[in-house]
């Protein structure tokens, strides 16, 4: 262990990607063995820059997107991390095509609750 020299720079850079989050979804799974379950998503978009947030500003294209990905959802797909990681790139395609531009880089799921 030691201290740092004279000089020598310390400081930890953290890379922060401008999160832009989405009011809270609630949408109807596809039935499974004969019941009915509903999801309750609270969404955050990585955006790929500082102006990208102007383009995903209470735009409905956005969520039209989202809600079209999550409407072909089982619950099974949000159970693990790959169903959850297929959804995600989903939606980080459909936005940026329904946008026509590389807005979103990524998606991260806040909340997620079955009922």
């Known amino acids: 262990y030691g201290s740092p020299g004279a ?4 400081t930890m ?13 609630f949408i109807p799974l ?4 004969g019941t009915e379950k509903f999801l309750r998503v609270n969404i955050a978009l990585e955006l790929s820059g500082k102006h ?5 500003n209470n735009n409905e294209k956005v ?15 949000l159970e ?4 959850k990681k297929a959804l995600m790139d989903k939606m980080i395609a459909a936005i940026n095509h329904s946008l026509e531009k590389t807005v979103v880089s990524g998606v ?6 079955i009922l």
């Not at 000089?7 to 310390?10: A, I, L, R, S, Y």
């Not at 693990?80 to 169903?83: D, M, R």
């Open 7 to 10: 000089g020598q720079d310390v």
């Open 13 to 25: 850079e953290l890379s922060e990607v401008p999160l832009h989050p989405l009011k809270p979804f």
């Open 30 to 33: 596809r039935p499974t063995a």
């Open 52 to 56: 990208a947030k102007q383009f995903v």
């Open 63 to 77: 969520r039209g997107a989202i809600v079209q990905i999550l409407l072909t959802a089982v619950p099974k797909d």
């Open 80 to 83: 693990y991390s790959h169903g």
């Open 108 to 113: 991260r799921f806040t909340d997620v609750v």
